[in-house]
């Protein structure tokens, strides 16, 4: 089997409605008796108002919203995960604005860890719903409902994987032990020279990350498709322009520009 890129994302929990009423199967079929689970416990949830507030966290403005899209699950119209996620990271990253080329690579390649479908590739079809990590369904913690399957998904994987999740998505499907399976931090470079973290921000740099790696050409994807280790990843990014530190032999620092920065820079030319 040839090896492939994959890139692991958090999901957001703004979603765009519609869709059409395509259906297909999901990525890694190992994870389906827990996708089942998952998705009866939630709509059986939104059945009691109330409760489905008070577990998801919902505002009053949101709740009606929120617990009609879990509700309609079943027979809700899809669209491709990478197009249904909304936020920060997903606006910066504009998967409906590439060439037609860099978007068939982003919809294979960029895969969601989502709390209610598991890892779900950005073309695998879903419907808007709504459920977090920290979402209570049933008798089990979202990390004991996923963690196996997950991480059987990941170990299967033939090639290098990059996880920029967060860390309560990243505990929901853990990093198989090998060379290739990276972890991606990423912060900002200050005038003094010293890396400083991003916190809510990196999720702009996270997005514009992941649009240079699908605009870059065929033979930088080959070169990505053909990585064993960080070394490797290294050379192929910074051959892009992109600046990478590696801390461990698995986990890296990308340095990005700070959004807070720019907007400053801007008023303060044009004001």
């Excluded at 994302?9 to 827990?34: H, I, M, N, W």
């Excluded at 491709?80 to 919809?107: H, K």
């Excluded at 808007?128 to 994987?157: D, F, I, N, P």
């Excluded at 498709?225 to 801390?247: F, K, N, Q």
Aim: with cysteine; hydrophobic share 40%; aromatic share 4%.
């Amino acid at each position: 089997m040839t090896n492939s890129l994959i890139a692991l994302l958090p999901p957001s929990e703004t979603k765009r409605d519609g869709g059409s009423t395509v259906s297909a199967s999901l990525f890694g079929p190992v994870q389906d008796e827990a996708r089942e689970e998952a998705l009866t416990e939630l709509r059986a949830l939104a059945g009691d108002a109330e409760a489905h507030q008070r577990a998801l966290k919902l505002s009053d403005k949101l709740a009606e919203t929120e617990r009609a899209r879990n509700l309609a699950l079943c027979d809700a119209p899809r669209m491709p995960a990478l197009e249904r996620y909304t936020g920060v990271l997903y606006d910066a990253l504009d998967v409906a604005s590439l060439p037609d080329a860099a978007r068939t690579w982003a919809l294979e390649r960029y895969v969601i860890q989502s709390a209610l479908w598991g890892l779900v590739r950005g073309s695998d079809a879903i419907p808007a719903y709504r459920c977090s990590a920290s979402t209570g369904l049933g008798k089990r913690s979202m990390k004991q409902r996923w963690a196996r399957a997950c991480a059987a998904v990941l170990a299967e994987h033939k090639g290098v994987v990059l996880d920029l999740r967060s860390k309560s998505y990243a505990a929901l499907g853990p990093l198989p032990d090998r060379d290739d399976a990276l972890v991606l931090e990423f912060v900002t470079r200050m005038p003094t020279g010293e890396l400083k973290q991003l916190n809510h921000f990196n999720k702009q740099g996270k997005g514009e990350f992941l649009r240079t790696l699908a605009l870059a050409d065929s033979e930088v994807h080959e070169q990505l498709d053909a990585v064993g280790d960080m070394e490797g990843l290294c050379s192929v990014l910074r051959a892009l322009g992109i600046e990478i530190d590696p801390i461990s032999e698995r986990e890296a620092m990308v340095a990005v520009g700070d959004p807070r920065q720019q907007r400053l820079g801007q008023s303060t030319t044009t004001g």
